[in-house]
C-alpha cells in the first residue's frame, strides 16, 4: 500500500493484482483520511468527466468534431485569462504575464483553426497514412481481380502494375489537384 500526501489530504493507494503481459498495475484508491478527501476525490473525477474534449474523443476521436471542441476551448481559456487581464488592469497591476498566457493561447486555437482548415480542404492529403495505403491496396485488389476476369496475360499484368506503381510514385501533388478541383464543382 502506498500513501500520498497531496494538497488536499492523505490518500492511500493499493496495487491490483498484477496479470502477465498486461503491463504496470494501476494503482486505486482504496481509502480515504477524511470524507473531505473522498468529496474532493469525487469532485474533481466529476470535473474531468463533464470535460468536453474527452467527451468529443470518447464519442469519436477520429471525427473533426474534437477539433472544433478543442479550438473552443482555447478560446475560453483566451477569454477567461482577457477577463482576468482586464481585471488587474483596473487594480493597476502588472498583466504582462496574463497577456503572454492570453496570446498564447489565441495562437493555439488559430493554429488549430488553420490545422483543421487544410485537413478539410485537402491540402494536406497524406498518401502515405495507413487508412489511404489500405485504399490504395484495395483499388489494386480489384483492379487485379477485374483483370484476371477479362483473361489478361501475366505478362500484361506486369507491365500495367509497373506502369501503375511508377505513377504511384508521383501522383500526390495530382491527386490533390483533383480532390480540390471536384470539391470547387461539387
Known sequence: MAIHKLPFGTLRMEKLHYVANRGRPRKIPT?????????LFKQKESYVNKDPILKALKKDPSSLDVIDV???EFMIEARILG????RLS???KDTSALSQKRL?????????FFRKKELVEGKSLDLKSAEVQRLIEFLL???????DEVGLSEE????LFTQIA????HIEPEMKAYIMDNRKRG
Open 31 to 39: 481509502t480515504f483520511a477524511s470524507e473531505e478527501e473522498r468529496d
Open 70 to 72: 478543442v479550438m473552443r
Open 83 to 86: 477577463f482576468e487581464r482586464d
Open 90 to 92: 483596473l487594480k493597476e
Open 104 to 112: 498564447t493561447a489565441l495562437r493555439l486555437g488559430t493554429d488549430v
Open 141 to 147: 485488389r480489384l483492379v487485379r481481380e477485374c483483370c
Open 156 to 159: 500484361m499484368l506486369q507491365v
Open 166 to 169: 511508377d505513377r504511384l510514385d
